[in-house]
């Protein structure tokens, strides 16, 4: 299925031409991403994939509002993230494998004030709380003060704020990083969940067995340049390589071939 | 402001529960008081009974005494405490000269002489005596007898000057005793009941008393909302940016202005619980007479009314707790807003010190200045003259500089600058190149403040020669080698401290500056004197650099080449050079003239040397070397120094110099030189510019 084939209605996060230059007061001006077009359906998991340094955190960044595009589009949900960035911010969830929490609030306060935050209030935020420890079967700690967690607790009370206020779109910046084997389970159970709930999910990754098993569709990223998106499938066929690894070397080698061939006739 | 209260409340809610801020803003504060003064009386009533009961050896020298004065001498010292009086011949003092062979001679009828203490000759079972006293008697005019008692003792002993303090008490007894004789016998009563004045204040004990505690509140005010608001301000953010909440925070949809807002009033709410906890710590401490009254300095209870003048104190809480976010606000550790604390409390005090002054009151001008402002204010509410006008004015204007500073730190938690986009390894190699800067500058002001200003005070030539020409050039060769460098960066020294060759042209316009800049300091002077006069004493030093050794050529050696090599070399060679690695020009311009005013030991010269530290710092931006800044440097320190000296010395009005070169009529135009000089600077291009 092509992009043009699938009904705007569908389209979560569409990006075109996105381009972000940072200002080095050294190096001048550093490009961070080059050029980014994407498009992410509900109910769909898309994996961004691509080595560190590829330009996947400031994708990522630009489309949740935190940092202005320096050129191009990008909408979520149908709002524009440059025109009105507040209200895509109550549209998506955002999650880090960095992110932290407070460490003297309890987990049911944190999610009482992100809540807050994104306008629930009375009743409502009450409903929303009560329903978020029961999904994330948060009850036995979530009166407990964050500082005092363990990391697998941290982590649930994390996901649960990020989808506290319920978002149509989340996003997650290498969500399984730093993380031990049962709460990388926890956390892929939840990205799943997610898509079963007809959710969008954006989520960065290096992790190849990741991408591998969770995404519906993978774009590769490479210094700054999305190199090529679609299914498994549809990146084998363009690479005539099996394995995920050989599809991701591929694309690479070939991005290096151009960028040189470009240098030599320059 | 819904946000601003949730995120306020959230605020409170952490640092309530941190007990690092409990103790630093509630804890500490309550118990600061009661235990100072618990242990002052403690130590005060310990000390006293100690020295009380200690056994002293003083010699005396009474040959010309009367015997009923000695006895009487004897009997009372004997009540002060337990001694032993042994007589002594004072003859070799009264033979020895006046000055240091008697001030030997004496410790040598005591025991103390450094020639024979320690060597082979000195007894060890002899003890040195504690107090050596003399009396000396004389015929008066009308034939009454003068008895002078001369005490010897030595200050840096204990039980010396435990015997000082007996012996001068029992001379002042003896003195009121006899005088009161010698009223009865000559004049029939004390003639002085005929002369009497008695001093009757026309102020209340409730304004006398404001008025004393106006002086020193303003002070206290600032430094106990520092100490507490300091520790909720890294807290709010630099805590924020170290548990990593900060990123998740600004993805709310809120303004980050709302929240900025929100972390102020937290920093304000710490701020005011110290303030308001010192304060009920001080009035309990006086209501249950742990503290006298007396401590205000005034002349009894300030009363509720006149108390209420302290609300005058809330804009400038605000204004410090805004400009305490605006400065620490952008701190990514706690480590690096610590550093910044100092600056700051610095900035607040300094104005803060104009309520010394007894000739400043407040004025239009004063009412818009932060902090002298509130001070004065304060000050004059407390004494009761507050004219309502120019409080209201003092009021708008520090709630107005509140506003502008929030606004400000709505902009530092802006995400674009908050996440930037650096990879994390040059974040953290830029971190510590501009710590190693503002660390090092902190440094230098510090050891000035200590160490060279203490030399330059106990001999000026000796603190010259080592501060110049020791403590700078370290300091600025320490920076330079100790700067960070990128993986596998090489070492260049002469890079790090901005020795580069500059272009002609610009070490031309910056010449062309020099007079505009020796005019702008005089007029800056001029305008100071009016709003901050130097005191007469200190006029000389701090204007003509008179006491400096060595005549004109002392004055251009030390006040001219020495610090336009060295200083630049410090300030605009290895600091600017490492502040350049992380800093855009409107920080490190900010930041350069802050050290470089502070490190001037002066509040009389602040201004100015801020200024010109400013300028200078933007003259080795532009030409990307101090090499300009040193020679501008020397040559606008040469021109006022002169200057300055030819104005305060008559014999230099009448020096060649002088003559030919200062009172030139030439002169008087050449600040205009400055225009070609800002062209040639800001047209001609280095090559890569």
């Known amino acids: 299925m092509t992009q043009t084939q699938v009904a705007s209605s569908e389209i979560a996060i569409h990006a075109t031409g996105l381009k972000k230059t940072f200002k080095d007061p050294e190096r001048g001006a550093i490009e961070a991403v080059k050029s980014i077009d994407m498009d992410c359906r509900r109910g769909e998991i898309f994996g961004l994939l691509g080595p560190n340094g590829a330009g996947k955190t400031t994708t990522l960044r630009m489309l949740s509002t935190i940092l202005a595009p320096t050129a191009g589009t990008a909408r979520i ?16 969830g955002f ?84 993380l031990d084997i049962m709460a990388s389970s926890d956390m892929i159970e939840f990205i799943e969940s997610r898509r079963a709930a007809g959710r969008c999910v954006l989520f960065s990754t290096h992790i190849l067995s990741e991408a591998e098993r969770l995404c519906d569709r993978i774009g590769v990223v490479y210094s700054g340049r999305m190199l090529a998106s679609g299914s498994l499938d549809e990146l084998r066929a363009m690479t005539d390589a099996e394995w995920l690894e050989d599809v991701f070397r591929a694309l690479v080698r070939r991005a290096d071939a151009d960028r040189d061939r470009a240098g030599a006739s320059a | 402001m819904n946000v601003a209260l949730r995120v306020l409340r959230v605020e409170l809610l952490q640092l309530v529960r941190d007990k690092r801020v409990l103790f630093s803003a509630i ?27 200690r056994e002293l050896s003083v010699l005396v020298a009474f040959d010309e005494l009367d015997d009923e004065v000695r006895g009487d001498f004897v009997e009372r010292f004997e009540t002060k405490g337990p001694s032993t009086l042994l007589q002594v011949d004072a003859t070799p003092l009264a033979e020895a000269d006046e000055g240091e062979p008697r001030r030997l001679a004496a410790r040598a009828l005591m025991g103390l002489d450094e020639a024979l203490q320690g060597s082979d000759e000195a007894d060890e079972t002899l003890e040195p005596h504690d107090l050596l006293v003399i009396a000396e008697t004389a015929n008066g005019p009308e034939g009454q007898r003068h008895t002078a008692f001369t005490l010897w003792y030595d200050v840096t002993r204990d039980d010396s000057r435990e015997a000082r303090s007996r012996a001068r008490e029992v001379v002042m007894e003896l003195e009121s005793d006899e005088v009161q004789l010698r009223r009865e016998r000559l004049l029939g009563g004390d003639p002085a009941r005929a002369l009497l004045a008695e001093p009757e204040d026309l102020a209340t004990a409730e304004e006398s008393s404001g008025a004393a505690l106006g002086k020193w509140f303003p002070f206290i005010a600032i430094l106990v909302l520092i100490s507490g608001g300091a520790y909720a301000v890294l807290a709010v953010f630099a805590g924020e940016r170290e548990s990593g909440t900060l990123e998740t925070l600004l993805l709310q949809p809120v303004a980050e202005r709302s929240i900025a807002t929100g972390k102020f009033l937290a920093v304000f709410a710490a701020g005011m619980a110290t303030l308001a906890v010192n304060l009920a710590s001080l009035l309990i401490c006086i209501s249950t007479g742990l503290a006298g009254e007396e401590i205000f300095g005034g002349a009894g209870p300030i009363g509720i009314g006149r108390l209420s003048a302290l609300t005058l104190e809330l804009p400038a809480c605000a204004l410090l707790s805004a400009v305490l976010c605006l400065a620490c606000g952008g701190a990514r550790t706690f480590r690096e807003g610590q550093m910044l604390v100092f600056p700051v409390t610095l900035l607040v005090v300094v104005p803060t010190a104009i309520v010394l002054r007894p000739d400043a009151s407040l004025t239009a001008i004063w009412a818009l200045v932060p902090f002298a402002g509130s001070a004065l204010a304060l000050r004059d509410g407390l004494e009761g003259d507050l004219v309502p006008s120019l ?42 190149s501009a710590r190693h800067a503002v660390r090092w500058s902190f440094a230098a002001v510090m050891f000035m403040y200590l160490v060279a200003g203490t030399v330059q005070r106990w001999n000026l030539q000796v603190g010259m020669w080592f501060t110049f020409w020791a403590f700078l050039p370290a300091f600025a060769l ?152 040193i020679l501008v440097h020397i040559a606008y320190n040469g021109l006022t120094v002169l200057g300055e000296r030819a104005a305060h010395d008559p014999d230099a009005a009448n020096e060649w110099l002088t003559v030919h070169v200062l009172q030139t009529d030439w002169l008087a135009h050449a600040p205009w030189a400055a225009i070609p000089g800002l062209a040639l600077l800001a047209l001609v291009r280095r090559s890569g510019d």
């Open chain 2, 391 to 432: 409080g209201a004015l003092m009021v708008a204007s520090h709630l107005g500089y509140t506003w502008l500073a929030l606004a400000r730190v709505g902009r530092i938690l802006d995400a674009e600058k908050v996440l930037g986009g650096d990879s994390k390894a040059d974040a953290h190699l830029r971190e510590a």
């Open chain 1, 95 to 178: 999650l880090s494998g960095s992110t932290g929490l407070y460490p003297r609030l309890t987990g049911r306060e944190t999610l009482r004030y992100f809540g807050e935050l994104h306008g629930l209030e009375g009743a409502l935020l009450e409903a929303a709380i009560d329903k978020t420890i029961a999904d994330f079967d948060l009850s036995d700690f979530v009166d407990g003060h964050c500082g005092s967690l363990s990391t697998g607790q941290k982590q649930r009370v994390s996901i649960a704020r990020a989808v506290v206020h319920d978002p149509p779109v989340l996003i997650l910046d290498e969500p399984t990083t730093g």
């Open chain 2, 478 to 629: 320490a920076v330079a080698t100790l700067a960070p460098r990128r993986p596998g960066e090489r070492p260049r020294l002469h890079e790090a401290l901005g020795l580069r060759l500059p272009h002609p042209a610009h070490v031309l316009g910056a010449l062309l500056l020099v007079p505009a800049l020796a005019a702008g300091a005089r007029m800056l002077l001029e305008w100071q004197m009016e709003v901050l006069p130097i005191p007469g004493g200190a006029a000389d030093l701090e204007l003509g650099g008179l006491g400096i050794p060595g005549g004109v050529f002392g004055l251009v050696f030390f006040l001219c080449i020495s610090p336009g090599i060295m200083e630049e070399l410090l300030f605009r060679g290895a600091l600017l050079e490492s502040m350049k690695r992380d800093w855009r020009w409107p920080r490190i311009i900010g930041w350069q003239a802050l050290f470089f005013g502070l490190i001037h030991l002066s509040v009389y010269r602040l201004a100015p040397t801020a200024i010109l530290g400013a300028l200078l710092a933007a003259l080795a931006l532009r030409t990307r070397s101090v090499v300009p800044a």
């Open chain 1, 77 to 92: 949900d149908g709002v524009d993230v440059t025109e009105d960035p507040l209200e895509v911010r109550r549209r998506i």
């Open chain 2, 27 to 53: 804890v500490l504060p309550a118990l600061l008081y009661p235990g100072l003064f618990w242990l002052m009386a403690k130590l005060e009533s310990r000390g006293e009974a100690v020295m009380a009961e």
